[in-house]
């Protein structure tokens, strides 16, 4: 209803955490906000990891691609 009364681009980025809410989220908004996750994701690599293993960019990196492949998937662009 938002986008239909403004006529601009919506985007939302309250509580997308996982894959499946990212895609839920994309098929409605025309962009997800995933800030807060990848941040949440970064702390606790850290603090598992101690902040300074190549493993802590892998696991924000890893989230980010399985984001960004669930928003494109819901989308039908590109491989999930």
Same mark, same amino acid.
């Given at each position: 209803? &938002?986008?239909?009364?403004?006529?601009?681009?919506?985007?939302?980025?309250? =509580?997308?955490? %996982?894959?499946?809410?990212?895609?839920? %989220?994309?098929?409605?908004?025309?962009?997800?906000?995933? =800030? !807060?996750? &990848?941040?949440?994701? &970064?702390?606790?690599?850290?603090?598992?990891? =101690? =902040?300074?293993?190549?493993?802590?960019?892998?696991?924000?990196? !890893? &989230?980010?691609?399985?984001?960004? /492949?669930?928003?494109?998937?819901?989308? /039908?662009?590109?491989?999930?």
């Amino acid at each position: 209803r &938002l986008k239909a009364a403004s006529g601009l681009p919506v985007a939302v980025g309250f =509580g997308i955490k %996982t894959a499946e809410k990212a895609a839920e %989220t994309a098929r409605c908004a025309d962009a997800v906000v995933v =800030g !807060s996750a &990848l941040v949440e994701r &970064l702390a606790a690599a850290v603090d598992a990891k =101690g =902040g300074e293993d190549d493993s802590v960019i892998n696991s924000v990196l !890893s &989230l980010a691609r399985e984001l960004g /492949g669930a928003v494109r998937a819901a989308r /039908g662009v590109g491989k999930a």
